[in-house]
């Protein structure tokens, strides 16, 4: 008992020295309390009652709604994250709309269809990438990330060697893979490989042999989509090692190729 009654002793003589300011005493006159005549108990008891008859409805939507948009500063990735601010702008606008604050009602209300836009941009992308990982080897979803360029025969898009800063998708024309040979048609992504190189480096040279649209994305900005959804960062890890495969393949095929009239001609000579 003493240790509790030496504290409560301590507590009332900060009281009374704060008091004894100006401003704290305004503060508790407008709480309700005498200034002179001011205790732990007292002032305890009385914010409790401020509490307790502030409890309306309006204002356990805003509690709540508060929450909620407390909660968004704790999460890491964007879906989460969405779906809090999007519960906390529907508590929020309603809080707004039980205390008549026109502005807080429209506020909270305009924000939800914002996020409710964004949120399912986010989910579509994730699907299409992991239906992309189940054999629809496109980059298409990628289109509203990304920006337009243009490109006339004989351009050269980048070469080997060069620092790589940014990934194309092919829209229109043709654009040749010099070192392999191989043409690539619209609906294909060059310069992906540069992303996941250690020192983000070219791995081959590309030219534009007729004149076409691809559109760009650069690497910062993939970053910044897998950081916000590492689901999404999976799927394209995924989908970018089966195109590193499937260019395994072809250059074996390349080599086979080459391999055969070299055998069959040594045979002829022996």
């Given at each position: 008992m003493e240790p509790s009654a030496d504290l409560s002793t301590i507590l009332n003589r900060i009281l009374d020295t704060a008091a004894d300011n100006l401003r704290v005493a305004k503060i508790l006159i407008q709480l309700g309390l005498d200034p002179n005549n001011i205790t732990f108990d007292a002032l305890f008891n009385r914010l409790i009652e401020i509490v307790l008859a502030n409890i309306t409805l309006a204002?356990?939507?805003?509690?709540?709604?508060?929450?909620?948009?407390?909660?968004?500063?704790?999460?890491?990735?964007?879906?989460?994250?969405?779906?809090?601010?999007?519960?906390?702008?529907?508590?929020?606008?309603?809080?707004?709309?039980?205390?008549?604050?026109?502005?807080?009602?429209?506020?909270?209300?305009?924000?939800?269809?914002?996020?409710?836009?964004?949120?399912?941009?986010?989910?579509?992308?994730?699907?299409?990438?992991?239906?992309?990982?189940?054999?629809?080897?496109?980059?298409?979803?990628?289109?509203?990330?990304?920006?337009?360029?243009?490109?006339?025969?004989?351009?050269?898009?980048?070469?080997?060697?060069?620092?790589?800063?940014?990934?194309?998708?092919?829209?229109?024309?043709?654009?040749?893979?010099?070192?392999?040979?191989?043409?690539?048609?619209?609906?294909?992504?060059?310069?992906?490989?540069?992303?996941?190189?250690?020192?983000?480096r070219r791995t081959g040279a590309v030219e534009c042999i007729e004149d076409g649209q691809v559109l760009t994305i650069t690497y910062e900005r993939l970053l910044e989509i897998y950081f916000q959804n590492p689901q999404f960062g999976y799927y394209f890890l995924v989908l970018t090692s089966r195109r590193l495969l499937e260019n395994i393949s072809r250059l074996e095929g390349i080599i086979a190729q080459t391999a055969g009239p070299q055998a069959a001609a040594s045979s002829d000579i022996a």
């Open positions: 204002n356990m939507f805003g509690l709540v709604g508060a929450i909620f948009f407390v909660a968004t500063l704790l999460m890491q990735t964007m879906v989460p994250l969405r779906v809090a601010n999007m519960a906390g702008c529907a508590f929020l606008a309603t809080f707004g709309a039980l205390t008549g604050s026109v502005a807080t009602f429209l506020y909270y209300l305009l924000l939800l269809p914002i996020n409710a836009v964004r949120l399912r941009q986010m989910l579509k992308l994730v699907k299409k990438a992991r239906n992309a990982t189940q054999g629809d080897m496109s980059m298409e979803w990628l289109k509203p990330f990304m920006t337009e360029r243009r490109y006339r025969q004989g351009d050269i898009l980048f070469k080997k060697g060069d620092a790589a800063t940014e990934m194309f998708l092919t829209v229109t024309g043709k654009f040749l893979v010099k070192e392999i040979g191989v043409e690539l048609p619209p609906g294909r992504i060059m310069g992906e490989f540069g992303f996941l190189t250690p020192n983000n």
